[in-house]
């Protein structure tokens, strides 16, 4: 069996720095669709149910919203699973030779994906007419952004602060 616990502090230093500097540059890009989030939803389970439900009915609406037809919703779906999901795959690599505790590097490998599958299937299920699944995606998109944000950490210290 291969061992890949704690492998990352043999790593070439080239290959650190390139690890380092992919973190550092996915996590622009990831922050950067949060601003987006936040700039679109205020972070909030009315702002969710709007950005995607729309606003006409609400005569004192600063902006107008309207509801996401099909083609927009599937569009958002299908590239964010597709995209999210080989972040984390690349995240759970990395993360699989660290020599964090097993626990928690299992646990940051897969909830990443439970929490895509329930943040996107949820704003789908949204957009469908169950608008309580608003609280779904508020928890599984907060679970999964934590994850992403613990990960990168680790993955940082764990590449600056290597064991010899």
């Not at 107008?64 to 599937?74: D, P, S, T």
Request: with cysteine; net charge positive.
């Amino acid at each position: 069996m291969i061992k890949l616990d704690g492998v990352i502090h043999q790593l070439p230093r080239e290959l650190k720095v390139t690890i380092l500097i992919f973190i550092c540059t996915l996590s622009i890009g990831f922050y950067s669709g949060l601003s987006f989030v936040r700039a679109t939803t205020s972070m909030g389970a009315k702002g969710i149910e709007t950005h995607y439900l729309g606003n006409e009915d609400d005569e004192n609406a600063e902006i107008m919203k309207f509801k996401k037809n099909k083609q927009q919703m599937l569009s958002v779906v299908h590239n964010h699973i597709l995209s999210l999901s080989v972040i984390f795959f690349l995240l759970a690599v990395i993360l699989s030779i660290t020599s964090i505790p097993k626990r928690v590097k299992y646990f940051l490998m897969i909830e990443p994906f439970v929490s895509v599958f329930l943040t996107f299937g949820g704003l789908y299920m949204l957009w469908s007419g169950f608008t309580w699944f608003k609280y779904i995606v508020i928890i599984s998109g907060t679970l999964m952004t934590l994850s992403f944000v613990i990960s990168t950490i680790l993955i940082g210290q764990q590449l600056l602060f290597s064991k010899k």
